[in-house]
């Protein structure tokens, strides 16, 4: 049977690592795509199990060992260089609903 588990990276912050992502996690005018990453890299560096990281934010496990392993490999900047939404810019442009189906 193959094994499920990997052995996780060591998450270390930095202090100004850490003051970053816990603004922007607490900033009204963050994002949510930027403001969730940011607390799943803030609690997954508290070396706590992945089980007790997911509950309170209501993560699946593929989401916190994806945004860790972008942490890891990329730091701060693997989180603010995200897309922000992955829908179609064309379709905000366009205010009648008949153009749509075209």
């Known amino acids: 049977m193959p094994e499920r588990c990997r052995q996780k990276a060591p998450l270390a912050l930095s202090e100004d690592e850490r003051e970053t992502l816990e603004r922007w996690s607490r900033r009204r005018t963050t994002a949510q ?20 990281v997911v509950a309170p934010l209501r993560v699946v496990p593929q989401a916190l060992a994806k945004w860790r392993c972008r942490f890891v490999e990329r730091r701060l900047v693997a989180l603010a260089d995200q897309p922000l939404s992955e829908r179609d810019p064309c379709l905000s442009k366009r205010t009648d609903p008949k153009q749509w189906a075209q």
């Open 33 to 52: 795509a930027l403001a969730l990453p940011s607390r799943v890299v803030l609690e997954s560096a508290k070396a706590q199990p992945n089980g007790v």
